[in-house]
């Protein structure tokens, strides 16, 4: 083989290995809408099933207003692009569009609201384009994404949006940002009340360079709890901003 062939098949071997198709695997919690959602959220890119990308959520949902999930995609550190959550049997499915930059790592806890048992999916995109999908089941009594607002009951609550409450938590090679916010989070379902939600958030470092952003969505509880983990220290900012323009922001230590 003379050195032209050689430099042609050294170009078109990435561009095949690229082209091949990727097993994506079997789907561990099997779900008639899977395909529906490859789609739509993942714009049919390629992805696999992987077990590296946990997804945490109780068997059970005790409180369908308030249930916790964690997303942690740690085993992708420095190869993390965005992350994707959602909950295929809610009405209102998406979750979270999660974006970790310099100084965060690739997981998330927060607290949702689920309709019914469902699947729970959380799609991590890295580097190279590919998503790796991790998921879980949850069962549920219902009702949480249609039931009444607590925060609504509440007298003189309307005082109170946007207040954040948090702290900073030291772990062995990084801190835990655990923080709420007071808003009632309501997604239109409940009658007469339309859609005022917190959409988006950023968290910057005390040079106000950007560590994080997340476009949230109604599926995220009332009064939402979140937790970040974050390498380095300094005060952290957390920027908010609703669906009607209200501007929010607080100053963790």
Not at 18 to 47: E, I, R
Not at 191 to 208: S, W, Y
Not at 231 to 243: I, M, Y
Request: net charge negative.
């Amino acid at each position: 083989m003379n050195w032209r062939a050689c430099c042609l098949l050294a170009c078109w071997l990435p561009l095949l290995a690229a082209a091949a198709p990727v097993d994506p695997g079997p789907d561990p919690v099997p779900s008639v809408m899977w395909a529906f959602y490859h789609k739509q959220m993942l714009g049919d890119a390629p992805f696999v099933f992987d077990e590296r990308v946990k997804l945490l959520a109780p068997p059970f949902a005790e409180d369908a207003r308030q249930v916790p999930l964690e997303i942690d995609a740690r085993a992708f550190k420095g190869e993390v692009v965005r992350i994707l959550a959602w909950a295929e049997l809610n009405p209102l499915p998406k979750i979270v569009d999660f974006e970790p930059l310099d100084g965060v790592l690739p997981w998330l806890a927060i607290r949702i609201r689920i309709e019914q048992a469902t699947p729970l999916r959380a799609a991590v995109q890295t580097r190279d384009g590919l998503w790796h999908v991790g998921s879980t089941l949850i069962d549920a009594a219902g009702g949480g994404c249609t039931a009444p607002s607590v925060v609504r009951t509440q007298p003189g609550w309307e005082e109170h949006i946007g207040e954040v409450l948090g702290g900073r938590y030291p772990r062995d090679h990084f801190s835990r940002l655990r923080l709420q916010v007071a808003h009632p989070m309501d997604n239109g379902m409940v009658g007469g009340i339309p859609e005022f939600f917190l959409n988006h958030a950023e968290l910057r470092d005390q040079d106000d360079r950007l560590m994080a952003r997340l476009e949230l969505f109604p599926a995220v509880s009332e009064n939402p709890s979140l937790a970040f983990d974050i390498e380095g220290a300094g005060q952290t900012r957390l920027l908010l901003r609703d669906n009607s323009g209200n501007q929010f922001s607080a100053t963790l230590p």
